[in-house]
């Protein structure tokens, strides 16, 4: 790095982990290009998020604003049981976003100069202090620091770390999105400014609403987001993951991509799991979609002057409503450590090394509780 230059960070990966690192990282005083594979928006999953205080604090700290308000309030948590009666009401009040939200308004907050789509990260090596990243057009872009955002099957981690591999947990979520004029009005009702969820016997259910398509938190205007864990064998899994042009998707399944026979089945299996209100939610769900549940955790995020940041260091369970809260601190924390970097004697490497240490400690926590969260709700023994 010359004096008195900025420093640059190459970012790969343009979705939440990403945009967050490239957004807290200028605000503290670096250069961030963003090299996303995906030559397209990436809006096609928009699904819910809980928002997160580690969120909350991450763009403000960048100075990125959301719509007011960013999401859509519950005010209860209800637990429903097999005949829709409410078995037990907790007051406890949250906000959920969606996905689309944050990644709009991130990505509207950065100069499109600094965004690269269609870009695909495939190695890197070392000249001098520099790093320099390779991609698959041919293109190589140096710079002080790479930061491998770049999601659960991570090319930077594979390069890195290649024992490192997601495990499956032996279930999935189905996910679905409703909006809110075509749920049937008891179920609707039932749900309305509320978090609810239908536990049972090795499956579980929820359900909250989101804003709207285009981030609208109109009463009438926005979403029910469910969620429906169940368990599948490995066997299993494999088929569903054939989509329905006959491709094998290598981890999920996004909308739209479902078997039409895999829909009918899930539709036909609903009464035997679920209550009135959560079987209404899959009914009216025109394009359910599938994430498997899987457990990874990085035993490292720096490499000299490569990291591992968001999904591609640590993944969290959904039941710790974590991965994009843990992104956000990783980001914010790293562009903390690296804001002194370049005016004051405290280096990348020495600054990294702190980062580090606090960064695998929230994400082995969070790995953790998931862990032990999901497998008592799905009655899974090891
Ligand atoms: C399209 C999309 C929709 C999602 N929707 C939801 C949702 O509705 N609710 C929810 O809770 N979570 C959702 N997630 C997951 C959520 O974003 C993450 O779990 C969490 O925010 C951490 O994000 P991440 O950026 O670390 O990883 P990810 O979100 O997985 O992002 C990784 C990014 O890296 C890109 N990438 C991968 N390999 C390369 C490469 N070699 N070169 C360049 N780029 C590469 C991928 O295309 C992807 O955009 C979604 C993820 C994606 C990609």
């Given at each position: 790095?010359?004096?008195?230059?900025?420093?640059?960070?190459?970012?790969?990966?343009?979705?939440?982990?990403?945009?967050?690192?490239?957004?807290?990282?200028?605000?503290?005083?670096?250069?961030?290009?963003?090299?996303?594979?995906?030559?397209?928006?990436?809006?096609?999953?928009?699904?819910?998020?809980?928002?997160?205080?580690?969120?909350?604090?991450?763009?403000?700290?960048?100075?990125?604003?959301?719509?007011?308000?960013?999401?859509?309030?519950?005010?209860?948590?209800?637990?429903?049981?097999?005949?829709?009666?409410?078995?037990?009401?907790?007051?406890?009040?949250?906000?959920?976003?969606?996905?689309?939200?944050?990644?709009?308004?991130?990505?509207?907050?950065?100069?499109?100069?600094?965004?690269?789509?269609?870009?695909?990260?495939?190695?890197?090596?070392?000249?001098?202090?520099?790093?320099?990243?390779?991609?698959?057009?041919?293109?190589?872009?140096?710079?002080?620091?790479?930061?491998?955002?770049?999601?659960?099957?991570?090319?930077?981690?594979?390069?890195?770390?290649?024992?490192?591999?997601p495990q499956y947990a032996g279930y999935v979520a189905w996910r679905?999105?409703?909006?809110?004029?075509?749920?049937?009005?008891?179920?609707?009702?039932?749900?309305?400014?509320?978090?609810?969820?239908?536990?049972?016997?090795?499956?579980?259910?929820?359900?909250y609403l989101i804003p709207g398509e285009n981030d609208s938190t109109?009463?009438?205007?926005?979403?029910?987001?469910?969620?429906?864990?169940?368990?599948?064998?490995?066997?299993?899994?494999?088929?569903?993951?054939?989509?329905?042009?006959?491709?094998?998707?290598?981890?999920?399944?996004?909308?739209?991509?479902?078997?039409?026979?895999?829909?009918?089945?899930?539709?036909?299996?609903?009464?035997?799991?679920?209550?009135?209100?959560?079987?209404?939610?899959?009914?009216?769900?025109?394009?359910?979609?599938?994430?498997?549940?899987?457990?990874?955790?990085?035993?490292?995020?720096?490499?000299?002057?490569?990291?591992l940041l968001g999904d591609a260091a640590s993944v969290p369970r959904?039941?710790?409503?974590?991965?994009?809260?843990?992104?956000?601190?990783?980001?914010?924390?790293?562009?903390?450590?690296?804001?002194?970097?370049?005016?004051?004697?405290?280096?990348?490497?020495?600054?990294?090394?702190?980062?580090?240490?606090?960064?695998?400690?929230?994400?082995?926590?969070?790995?953790?509780?998931?862990?032990?969260?999901?497998?008592?709700?799905?009655?899974?023994?090891?």
């Amino acid at each position: 790095m010359k004096s008195r230059e900025k420093p640059r960070a190459v970012v790969i990966g343009g979705s939440l982990g990403g945009l967050l690192t490239a957004n807290t990282l200028r605000a503290a005083g670096w250069d961030v290009d963003v090299f996303e594979t995906s030559p397209d928006q990436l809006d096609s999953r928009g699904g819910g998020v809980v928002l997160q205080p580690d969120v909350l604090d991450a763009l403000a700290y960048a100075g990125v604003e959301l719509p007011n308000p960013p999401g859509v309030q519950s005010y209860d948590r209800i637990y429903l049981d097999r005949d829709d009666h409410i078995i037990e009401q907790l007051s406890m009040p949250q906000m959920q976003t969606s996905w689309s939200l944050l990644y709009r308004a991130m990505k509207s907050a950065l100069p499109a100069y600094a965004l690269h789509a269609g870009e695909t990260f495939v190695d890197f090596h070392m000249e001098g202090e520099q790093i320099v990243a390779q991609f698959e057009s041919g293109r190589s872009e140096q710079a002080d620091l790479l930061i491998g955002a770049d999601g659960i099957r991570s090319t930077l981690r594979r390069r890195l770390l290649p024992e490192v591999v997601p495990q499956y947990a032996g279930y999935v979520a189905w996910r679905g999105l409703v909006d809110e004029p075509d749920l049937a009005g008891v179920a609707a009702d039932r749900l309305r400014n509320r978090f609810a969820f239908q536990h049972g016997e090795g499956y579980s259910g929820l359900c909250y609403l989101i804003p709207g398509e285009n981030d609208s938190t109109i009463s009438g205007q926005r979403r029910f987001n469910w969620v429906w864990y169940r368990k599948y064998s490995a066997a299993r899994l494999d088929e569903l993951l054939v989509d329905r042009h006959g491709v094998k998707r290598a981890f999920s399944l996004p909308p739209g991509s479902t078997k039409g026979a895999d829909i009918d089945h899930l539709r036909e299996d609903a009464p035997k799991w679920l209550g009135p209100t959560f079987r209404a939610l899959v009914d009216s769900t025109d394009d359910p979609f599938m994430q498997p549940i899987v457990d990874l955790l990085s035993p490292k995020m720096v490499f000299g002057r490569a990291v591992l940041l968001g999904d591609a260091a640590s993944v969290p369970r959904p039941h710790t409503a974590g991965s994009t809260a843990k992104a956000a601190a990783n980001a914010h924390a790293l562009a903390l450590a690296l804001s002194s970097t370049w005016q004051s004697g405290v280096t990348i490497d020495s600054a990294l090394k702190r980062w580090e240490s606090q960064q695998l400690q929230r994400g082995k926590l969070m790995a953790e509780l998931g862990i032990s969260l999901g497998d008592r709700l799905m009655k899974i023994v090891r």
